[in-house]
């Protein structure tokens, strides 16, 4: 691929100048004075111009009133679903969150979930399986998205946590959207450019009401697709869906976990060599985790080539590290995880553990997402760091679960506004800080593999350009970039 070609996706969802919405009438135009035409239509062009000027000029605004009466129809609609989804999803994840504590044998039949799991997708799923990479790609090439993926997930993220898989929530709420989004749109006259918005709102909306940050969701859904571009095209659609979901959720009940940073501490050159070691370690952990989840898959695929079995074995593996070393406290979202940062009680062991459980799960090809187990290593390693730097753990706690989230899905916009979504904005400074560096220091590695790379992250890596992250290890230095 060229870059030029990508940066076609650049105008993909540009609605028509005034110079292209002029295009019919000055090929009619054009065609009168052609040699073919009667000479009386050659001799005077001035009124069939004028006409069809006249019929051009009032068609255009009817047809752009039309068009965006659909795509926002599209994007309440995608909203409204989604948040009803998300709502319902923690509330069957609280629940079974609950049962499984209490009953700590159902650990050991996570093996047989992760058959049932390989075999429903291998039989019933065919293309479910790619995720939030197919949703992904449905921005970037209109690959089809089956509806069937969204119930799928849902079923499947449910077993996953009733079972002991340590795995997230976001990732079905964010492709539950990204189905919706994706169906409505082709059910509607809508142009490709319109149903790739629709799809950006989708996102938004998924990830504003599974967390309860719509001014994060809404800029996910402008950044999730592209590595250094945001999809400004789509800013009102995302923000609209992104609250309006979130309002939902909301509406029918839904309880969001809670942290504060508290009072911020005096700045001083100490804490500002604390917070770039701290980013820097963000950054890492964010690679290390995106690289060891898709080690694991490629690892069980190459070394198993049986689905069933390789699923039989790979969670078997979970279950029994999680018995050698008592890591049972490490099953589903862990959120215990987050308090224990926040209050300065977090063990630097638990991020690695954590990374450690929530990789082989999700390359055991178990349902739920990354981004909660993100949010869990980077409190958690940010508490540590300011223990051991005599620093706030509140404050690094606050960073490094934005930011350890933030550079493994390559999204530092997002990083920040998350942070003003569940901190406060005071601490603003220090979000833009540890995005950022987290964001450089991970490189051209993340938990989405169909990210398209638009702008490389640095100069060294500039011939990634227009690549997809899954090719560049099949591709280090392309010819001709």
């Not at 809670?258 to 070691?277: E, K, R, T």
């Not at 694991?296 to 029994?320: C, D, W």
């Not at 909660?372 to 690094?396: C, E, H, K």
Request: net charge positive; with cysteine.
């Amino acid at each position: 691929m060229e870059p030029n070609e990508h940066d076609l996706h650049q105008s993909q969802t540009t609605p028509p100048t005034s110079t292209e919405a002029a295009t019919p009438a000055a090929s009619a135009v054009d065609h009168s004075n052609s040699p073919r035409q009667p000479a009386e239509l050659q001799s005077d062009p001035a009124p069939l111009k004028s006409a069809a000027v006249q019929q051009a000029v009032p068609a255009r605004p009817a047809a752009t009133l039309k068009s965006l009466l659909l795509m926002y129809t599209a994007v309440l609609l995608t909203a409204v679903l989604t948040g009803i989804f998300s709502h319902y999803l923690l509330a069957g994840l609280h629940w079974v969150g609950a049962y499984r504590d209490s009953h700590g044998w159902l650990l050991y039949l996570l093996p047989l979930l992760g058959v049932v799991t390989a075999f429903s997708y291998q039989r019933f799923g065919k293309g479910s399986e790619k995720g939030n990479n197919l949703i992904i790609e449905s921005i970037q090439t209109e690959a089809r998205v089956p509806v069937r993926m969204g119930l799928m997930t849902f079923v499947f993220t449910i077993l996953s946590h009733l079972f002991g898989a340590s795995v997230g929530r976001e990732g079905s709420a964010v492709q539950i959207g990204g189905v919706v989004a994706n169906k409505l749109a082709r059910l509607l006259p809508l142009s490709k450019d319109v149903r790739k918005i629709v799809v950006h709102a989708g996102i938004s909306a998924g990830f504003a009401s599974i967390f309860g940050t719509p001014l994060a969701g809404a800029f996910f859904g402008m950044e999730m697709a592209y590595i250094g571009r945001l999809e400004r095209k789509a800013l009102i659609p995302c923000f609209t869906a992104a609250y309006l979901s979130n309002f939902v959720a909301l509406a029918l009940g839904t309880v969001h976990e809670g942290h504060a940073i508290g009072q911020l501490p005096q700045v001083s050159g100490q804490l500002l060599l604390a917070v770039v070691i701290a980013a820097v370690a963000f950054g890492l952990f964010g690679r290390a985790f995106a690289a060891l989840t898709h080690f694991f898959k490629a690892f069980y695929k190459k070394t198993i080539t049986r689905p069933l079995v390789r699923a039989l074995v790979s969670a078997a593996i979970v279950v029994l590290l999680m018995l050698a070393i008592g890591g049972q406290r490490y099953e589903g979202l862990s959120l215990w995880m987050m308090d224990e940062a926040f209050k300065g009680g977090a063990s630097l062991l638990d991020p690695v553990l954590k990374l450690l459980f929530t990789s082989l799960s999700l390359g055991a090809g178990f349902q739920g997402g990354e981004v909660t187990p993100l949010f869990d290593i980077g409190s958690t390693l940010g508490s540590g760091i300011a223990q051991l730097l005599g620093q706030s753990p509140a404050l690094f706690a606050a960073m490094g679960l934005i930011a350890v989230f933030g550079c493994a899905a390559n999204a530092p916009l997002t990083t920040i506004m998350l942070g003003i979504d569940l901190f406060g904005a005071a601490a603003l400074p220090y979000y833009v800080a540890a995005a950022f560096i987290s964001y450089y220091v991970s490189g051209h590695e993340g938990i989405y593999t169909s990210q398209l790379i638009v702008h490389p992250k640095t100069v060294r890596l500039q011939h990634h350009a227009g690549l997809r992250l899954s090719e560049i290890s099949h591709q280090k230095k392309p010819e001709g970039r």
